[in-house]
């Protein structure tokens, strides 16, 4: 027990890191991505007409093979906002772009009941979520990750008491309703507003089964049928 605990502790920890990873200030924003995109940020420095600044970029790079950290920290803030303004379109569309390219922190969730759809509802229920992305970097198009990288971690969630069924069956035909803690983002490839959290702190977890063309959810054997808003309704009214 105590084990579980310190446990989820630092599942808890790793949340409030992710809220201080969105939070970033646009400097702090444009200067990670000068880091990770520096011949992007070279050409920007050209195309504002920065040539001097585009020369010593370019003479870090040749140098080093890669942007030096410490060195953009020695740049103006102004430069790095600017750059974040400005980012190419294939950058804000790149899987590997940062998570904070594609949601804003909005507010913290703390217990709340959640539903996430998928096509695997019996295993979550018996087995809890077992998949994820740890790296909190890596969160904006999960979509596109291989199953490799899904090893546990960050999940996605909606709000159990308001959510549109078409939202939560785009990721299974199934769902599971449960507690968490976590954070609410909004999504703005989506225009969702999601719930993130870490899956070993769920509890509570219930599935809901698709079969004929009905929901049905199950607790203590005794079965409910209806539709998923109303599956989801019962299991939070008889938990």
Not at 54 to 71: C, G, M, P, R
Not at 87 to 101: A, E, G, Q, V
Not at 197 to 226: K, M, P, Q, W
Request: hydrophobic share 40%; glycine share 8%; net charge negative.
């Amino acid at each position: 027990m105590l084990k579980r605990a310190i446990e989820i502790i630092a599942d808890l920890t790793e949340l409030d890191y992710l809220k201080d990873y969105l939070n970033m200030s646009p400097a702090a924003k444009g200067r990670d991505l000068a880091a990770n995109f520096g011949q992007d940020f070279m050409s920007y420095l050209e195309g504002a007409g920065e040539e001097e600044l585009a020369t010593a970029i370019q003479a870090e790079i040749d140098k080093n093979e890669f942007l030096d950290f410490s060195f953009l920290e020695t740049l103006p803030d102004k430069v790095f906002e600017e750059f974040l303004s400005n980012l190419p379109l294939d950058i804000r569309s790149d899987p590997n772009s940062p998570t904070y390219l594609f949601m804003d922190f909005e507010r913290d969730v703390d217990n709340e009941w959640l539903i996430h759809g998928t096509n695997d509802a019996g295993s979550i229920e018996a087995n809890g979520f077992t998949r994820g992305v740890w790296d909190l970097a890596s969160l904006g198009l999960t979509t596109a990750l291989v199953d490799k990288v899904k090893t546990g971690g960050f999940n996605f969630a909606f709000y159990a008491t308001s959510f549109h069924e078409k939202e939560v069956l785009a990721y299974g035909k199934e769902a599971v309703v449960f507690r968490a803690s976590g954070i609410e983002v909004y999504h703005h490839g989506d225009q969702q507003r999601q719930i993130i959290f870490l899956g070993g702190t769920a509890t509570d977890i219930h599935r809901i089964i698709h079969y004929s063309g009905s929901y049905y959810a199950n607790i203590n054997d005794v079965e409910f049928e209806g539709t998923l808003k109303e599956c989801a309704d019962w299991i939070m009214e008889n938990v």
